[in-house]
C-alpha cells in the first residue's frame, strides 16, 4: 500500500506535467486556432528560466513565477509577430512555429549550453501522510496542477469565453458578428497557453533535470494528450495525460521499457483515425488549409 | 433621420475591385432593400457595411459617426447586425447557445435571458428545438433562428444577405411577416439583400439596384418596380401576385 | 468570393502555367525557350564543377546536395502539388537507406540491384503513411507523420542485429558499371547529379502532365475535382507513393555515399528540416528544392557559421520566407526575375 501510494504521486506527478503542456496545446489549437509546435521550446524555457533564477539564489517558487511572466510574453510576442498573420492559413502557422522551435532550441544551446540542467527540490521534506513517506515536492506538483486545471476548466471552458472562443475556432467571421472579438481573445488563449507551457517547464526541472532537447521530447506528448482528450477540451487533457501516464507505467511493468515512447505514439495515432475529435470531443482545430 | 450613410464606397478583393462608387442612404427604421443579379457585389457591399472587409475607397457613417474602418465586432456594439449568406449558424451549438452568443457583446445579462425567451415565443421553432444543435435544424429553420440570433442584439440595424435563399415559398412569406416586424416590433431598420426580387420588392420601402458593382438605379419600391432596368436585368423574375 | 480570394504564391500558377508561347503540342507541353537554356547552363555548371577543383569538403557537400535536393523534389510533389505536407519524409528516405543496408548485409546485394527495391519499399511505405491524410485535416495528418518519423527510430533502435540496432549497419562501396571506381568522390558525385537531373526532369514531366493538372486541380478544390469525376483518395496516395519513391532513392544513395547508417539519421528532426527546405527554396517553382538543399547545405561553410548559429538562421530564415515569400526564396527571384523582363519589354515598347 506504501509503495503504491508513493508510485502513485510519482505517477502523478510526471503526468502533471504532461497534462499542463497538453491544456496548454489543447486551448492554443482547439480554441485559438493556432498549432505551435514550438509549444515544448516554451516549457524548455520556462525550465531554463527557472534554473538561471533558482541559481542565482532567487526562492524556488518566485522563480516559478518569474518563468511563467517569461514565457508569457515569449508568447505574446510570438503571437503578435508571428502567427497573427497566419489565422487565415494555419497551415503556414505551423510551418513558422517549426523554424520558431529550431531557433528557440539552439539560441538556448548557445546561450548556456547542451548540458542537463537541474536544481536542487525545491523544498527537500518528505512528509509522512498516513504513515506513507511522500516527497513533499512531488505532492506539490500536483497540487498546483489540479488547482491550474479547475481554474482554467471553471475560467475558460465553462464560461461564456469559452463559448465565444469554440464560436471564433469554428467560423471567425461569424463569430465577429457576434460581436467576439476574435483577434484579442486569441492572443489571450495563446498567452494563457504559453504561461502553462512556462508553469510546466518550472515543475519540471523541480522534479527532473532538463535539456534544451526537452522541448522535442515533451511536445509529442504533449499533441497526443490534447489529441487523445479532444482538442479544446480540459477535461480531455486531463483524460489524456492520465491515460498516457498509464501506458507508461504498464510498459513499465509489462512491456519493453525501450518500446514505452512507441506506444503512447500508436496510441494516439489510433485514437486520431478512429475518433479525431478525441476521446472526450472536442473541435477539430481550425479549417486545414 | 438617416441612421446609415454610405458614401462613394469601393470595395476590393486584393486586385479585384468589386464595388464601386456605391452611394446610399437606409433612414431610422426603414426597410430598404439592394437587389442585384448575382455576383452583382451585393454581399460583399455588406460585408463592409458590417465590418467584415475593409473598404478600398469612400465612407460608411452611421448615426453620424464615421464607421468606415470599424471592425465588426466593434459594429455589432454600435448597433450593426448582420445575418450573413448562408445563415452560418453555430453546427456544433444548441440552438439555445446560438441564441446567446448573438447577445455576446450586450452587458445586461438578465435582459439577455428575457429576450432569448421573447425569441422563443416569437419564434415557435426556436422553442421546440432549443435543445437541438444548430447543424440539425432544416434551412428555412436556421434562417429564422439566424434572424433571431441577430435579434437578440437589439439592432439598430439589421442587415440582411439573401435570407430567401433556398426557401419554399410559405416559408418565403413567413419571412416576410418577420421582416415587417423587425420594422414594427423590434424597432430596427432593414437593409435587405436579395437576388430574387420577388421578396424584397413586396416588403420593401425604397430600394437600390446593383449592377457590375454599381448602383444603376434608386428610388421608391413602386418607381423601382416599373423601371426598364430592373425588368431588363429581371426578366422573368417579376413578383408573381403578394 | 471567400475571405480566402487573395491567395499568396503557394497557390499560384509557378513556373509552368505562364502565358507565353509554348510549343504545346499534344500530351506535354515543350518548355519555352528560356526555361531550356536555364537547364542547359545548370547542366553544363554541374558537369564542370568537379573540374574547378572544389576540394574534398565541396564535393561533399556537393552530394549531399544532390540527394537531399532528390527527396525534396518529391517532398515538394506531395506539398506543392497536392498540397499535403509531412514531416515523416526522412522516415521514408530511411525506409529506402536501409532496404539497402539490410540487403547488401544479410542477402549480399548490391546497390544496382537494391535500388528498384528501395524504391519500391519506398513508395509503398510513403503510401500507407499517406492513408491516414485520407481521413483527417492537414495538421492533424503532420503530427501523424512527425509520430510515424518517431516510431521508425524507435523500431529501428530495436531492431537488434537485424537493422544494426543503435550503431547502424555498414555498406561496401558501389559496383561502378564499366569498371568506374565509385569509391572515389568525384565519380560518386556524377552519380548523384545523375539522379538529380533525372529527378528533375521526372518533376517537370510529373507537373506538366495532365496528371499534374488533376494534382493541382485537387489541391485547389478538392470537392470540384470530385465532383468532375477525378478519384480524388487514389491520385493523393499515388502522389505519396511518388513522392516516397524520390526519398527512397535519396535514403539509398545517402547511404551508400556515406558507407554507413543508423537510426538518428531519419527520425524526426532530420524530417522537420526537410520540411523547412522545401518551404526555404520554394515547393512550386522547378529549381525551388535544389534552391533550398543548396542553401542549407552551403550557407554554414559559406557563411562560416557553425551548426548551432546555422540552425538558428535556418529558423529566421524559414519565418521570414513564410511571411514575406510564401513561394520560397525560388519563387522571390522568380518575382523579381519576371518583373526585370516586364519591365524591359514594356521598355522595348517604348
Not at chain 3, 470540384?224 to 539509398?252: E, Q, Y
Amino acid at each position: 500500500m506504501d509503495i503504491f501510494l508513493q508510485q502513485l504521486i510519482n505517477s502523478l506527478s510526471v503526468a502533471s506535467v504532461t497534462i499542463l503542456i497538453g491544456m496548454g496545446i489543447t486551448l492554443i489549437f482547439g480554441l485559438a486556432g493556432i498549432v505551435n509546435f514550438a509549444h515544448g521550446e516554451f516549457l524548455m524555457v520556462g525550465g531554463m528560466v527557472t534554473w538561471l533564477l533558482v541559481m542565482a539564489g532567487v526562492n524556488f517558487f518566485i522563480a516559478m513565477f518569474g518563468a511563467m511572466a517569461a514565457v508569457g510574453v515569449l508568447g505574446y510576442v510570438a503571437e503578435r509577430t508571428l502567427f497573427r498573420f497566419t489565422l487565415n492559413r494555419p497551415m503556414n502557422g505551423f510551418i513558422m512555429s517549426i523554424g520558431l522551435s529550431v531557433i528557440l532550441q539552439n539560441v538556448v544551446i548557445k546561450a548556456l549550453n547542451e548540458v542537463q540542467k537541474s536544481i536542487p527540490d525545491p523544498i527537500a521534506k518528505v512528509w509522512v501522510i498516513g504513515g506513507v513517506d511522500i516527497i513533499a515536492m512531488r505532492a506539490i506538483v500536483v497540487a498546483i496542477t489540479v488547482v491550474v486545471v479547475a481554474i482554467t476548466y471553471f475560467g475558460i471552458t465553462r464560461s461564456r469565453y469559452g463559448v465565444a472562443l469554440r464560436a471564433s475556432v469554428s467560423d471567425q467571421d461569424t463569430a465577429a458578428l457576434m460581436g467576439i472579438p476574435v483577434r484579442r481573445y486569441v492572443t489571450g488563449v495563446f498567452i494563457y497557453g504559453s504561461v502553462l507551457a512556462g508553469l510546466g517547464g518550472a515543475l519540471m526541472i523541480a522534479l527532473f533535470p532538463i535539456t534544451p532537447f526537452t522541448g522535442s521530447v515533451v511536445i509529442i506528448r504533449g499533441f497526443a494528450v490534447s489529441l487523445i482528450g479532444g482538442l479544446g477540451n480540459v477535461g480531455g487533457a486531463v483524460v489524456g495525460g492520465l491515460v498516457l501516464g498509464l501506458v507508461d507505467a504498464l510498459s513499465a511493468q509489462y512491456g519493453y521499457p525501450q518500446w514505452t515512447d512507441a506506444y503512447s505514439l500508436v496510441v494516439m495515432i489510433v485514437i486520431l483515425i478512429l475518433r479525431p475529435q478525441g476521446l472526450l470531443g472536442g473541435t477539430l482545430g481550425p479549417r486545414a488549409t | 433621420m438617416t441612421l446609415l450613410q454610405v458614401e462613394h464606397l469601393g470595395t476590393a478583393y486584393g486586385p479585384v475591385t468589386v464595388n464601386r462608387d456605391v452611394s446610399l442612404t437606409v433612414g431610422q427604421n426603414e426597410i430598404v432593400t439592394i437587389l442585384g443579379p448575382n455576383g452583382a457585389g451585393k454581399s460583399t457591399l455588406l460585408r463592409a457595411i458590417s465590418g467584415l472587409l475593409k473598404p478600398r475607397s469612400g465612407s460608411i457613417r452611421f448615426d453620424d459617426r464615421d464607421v468606415t474602418n470599424t471592425p465588426a465586432d466593434r459594429a455589432v456594439g454600435l448597433g450593426i447586425i448582420m445575418v450573413p449568406e448562408g445563415r452560418k449558424i453555430f453546427a456544433d451549438m444548441t440552438v439555445r447557445e446560438n441564441l446567446r452568443l448573438g447577445a455576446y457583446a450586450r452587458k445586461d445579462r438578465d435582459a439577455v435571458e428575457e429576450d432569448v425567451k421573447l425569441m422563443e415565443s416569437y419564434f415557435e421553432i426556436l422553442a421546440q428545438k432549443r435543445g437541438a444543435k444548430g447543424g440539425e435544424l432544416s434551412g428555412g429553420q436556421q434562417q429564422m433562428l439566424a434572424i433571431a440570433r441577430g435579434l437578440m442584439a437589439r439592432p439598430r440595424i439589421l442587415l440582411l444577405d439573401e435570407p430567401s435563399l433556398g426557401l419554399s415559398p410559405k416559408l418565403v412569406k413567413d419571412l416576410r411577416a418577420v421582416i415587417m416586424d423587425v420594422k414594427k416590433t423590434f424597432a430596427s431598420a432593414v437593409l435587405l439583400v436579395e437576388q430574387n426580387a420577388g421578396l424584397a420588392l413586396t416588403v420593401a420601402e425604397r430600394g437600390y439596384l446593383l449592377h457590375n458593382g454599381r448602383i444603376v438605379a434608386s428610388g421608391p419600391i413602386s418607381e423601382l418596380r416599373d423601371d426598364r432596368l430592373m425588368r431588363d436585368l429581371y426578366l422573368g423574375n417579376t413578383p408573381q401576385g403578394h | 468570393m471567400s475571405a480566402d480570394q487573395r491567395r499568396d504564391a503557394v497557390t499560384a500558377p509557378g513556373f509552368s502555367l505562364n502565358t507565353r508561347k509554348t510549343g504545346s503540342s499534344g500530351w506535354l507541353e515543350r518548355p519555352p525557350l528560356d526555361h531550356i537554356v536555364m537547364g542547359v547552363a545548370i547542366l553544363a555548371f554541374l558537369i564542370a564543377f568537379p573540374f574547378f577543383n572544389p576540394g574534398y569538403r565541396f564535393l561533399s557537400l556537393a552530394i549531399t546536395t544532390g540527394f537531399t535536393a532528390i527527396a525534396l523534389y518529391g517532398l515538394a510533389l506531395q506539398f506543392g502539388q497536392a498540397g499535403i505536407m509531412s514531416v515523416g519524409h526522412a522516415g521514408i528516405m530511411g525506409i529506402g537507406g536501409y532496404t539497402a543496408a539490410i540487403l547488401a548485409n544479410q542477402l549480399g546485394i548490391g546497390f544496382w540491384l537494391a535500388l528498384p527495391a528501395s524504391i519500391l519499399l519506398s513508395a509503398l511505405a510513403a503510401g500507407l503513411v499517406g492513408l491516414p491524410s485520407l481521413r483527417v485535416g492537414g495538421q492533424h495528418y503532420i503530427i501523424i507523420t512527425f509520430c510515424f518519423c518517431a516510431l521508425l527510430v524507435i523500431a529501428l533502435t530495436n531492431g537488434g542485429d537485424f537493422t544494426g540496432a543503435a550503431t547502424g549497419l555498414d555498406v561496401g562501396p558501389i559496383a561502378g558499371p564499366f569498371g568506374i571506381n565509385l569509391a572515389k568522390l568525384r565519380n560518386m558525385y556524377y552519380l548523384v547529379m545523375l539522379a538529380l537531373v533525372v529527378s528533375l526532369v521526372l518533376t517537370y514531366v510529373i507537373v506538366h502532365s495532365p496528371y499534374g493538372r488533376t494534382l493541382w486541380a485537387i489541391r485547389e478544390n478538392e470537392p470540384l475535382a470530385r465532383a468532375v469525376g477525378i478519384n480524388t483518395n487514389f491520385h493523393k496516395i499515388g502522389v505519396f507513393a511518388l513522392s516516397g519513391a524520390f526519398a527512397g532513392a535519396a535514403g539509398i544513395l545517402q547511404t551508400y555515399y556515406l558507407r554507413h547508417i543508423s537510426p538518428p539519421l531519419y527520425g524526426a528532426f532530420p524530417s522537420l528540416y526537410l520540411a523547412l527546405m522545401v518551404m526555404l527554396g520554394g515547393a512550386r517553382p522547378l529549381y525551388g528544392p535544389l534552391l533550398g538543399a543548396i542553401i542549407v547545405t552551403f550557407l554554414p561553410e559559406v557563411g562560416g557559421l557553425d551548426p548551432i548559429d546555422s540552425r538558428i538562421a535556418y529558423g529566421v530564415g524559414l519565418l521570414l520566407v513564410i511571411l514575406l515569400l510564401p513561394a520560397g526564396v525560388s519563387g522571390g527571384l522568380l518575382g523579381l526575375y519576371r518583373s526585370m523582363i516586364g519591365r524591359q519589354r514594356r521598355a522595348e515598347k517604348g
